[in-house]
């Protein structure tokens, strides 16, 4: 009998050794399955931040762009102004020499006087409304 009473206490360690082992088993899959949960969250949360921040450097590229547009064509426009500005000044330029060079031909007095009318009119007073030439007034 002492044999089956040694048995029986084997057994019943057998029995709870197997229960422990069945209830580690079940924390073990419940442990997979929170942290496969986890996983899973992680990465939705991941992506949707990735994609938040896609969105806003798409803005802020598109953004960029746009002030990189702007501020060339304000550049590109300031050239333009300045430049015709240049060729108005130059044009008066010529007009000035094609004066001076007419009135090279008159007496000395004559000379300075209409220079210095064509000077100021031409200098003090720039723009085609003055269409009177020196050579015009002699």
């Not at 991941?46 to 598109?62: A, L, P, T, V």
Request: proline residues 2%; negative net charge.
């Amino acid at each position: 009998m002492r044999l089956v009473e040694e048995l029986e206490r084997e057994i019943e360690k057998l029995r709870k050794i197997q229960q422990n082992c069945s209830n580690k088993q079940q924390d073990l899959e419940r442990s997979e399955t929170e942290i496969k949960k986890q996983i899973n969250d992680l990465k939705e949360k991941f992506s949707n931040s990735f994609s938040e921040w896609r969105g806003k450097m798409e803005e802020d590229e598109e953004s960029i762009l746009k002030l990189i547009d702007e501020e060339g064509l304000r550049a590109l426009s300031q050239i333009r102004s300045c430049s015709e500005a240049i060729n108005k000044r130059m044009e008066q330029i010529t007009l000035i020499d094609g004066e001076t060079q007419s009135v090279v031909q008159m007496d000395p007095l004559s000379f300075f006087q209409n220079l210095k009318q064509l000077l100021s009119r031409e200098l003090f007073e720039p723009g085609p409304k003055h269409s009177k030439r020196l050579s015009d007034s002699v």
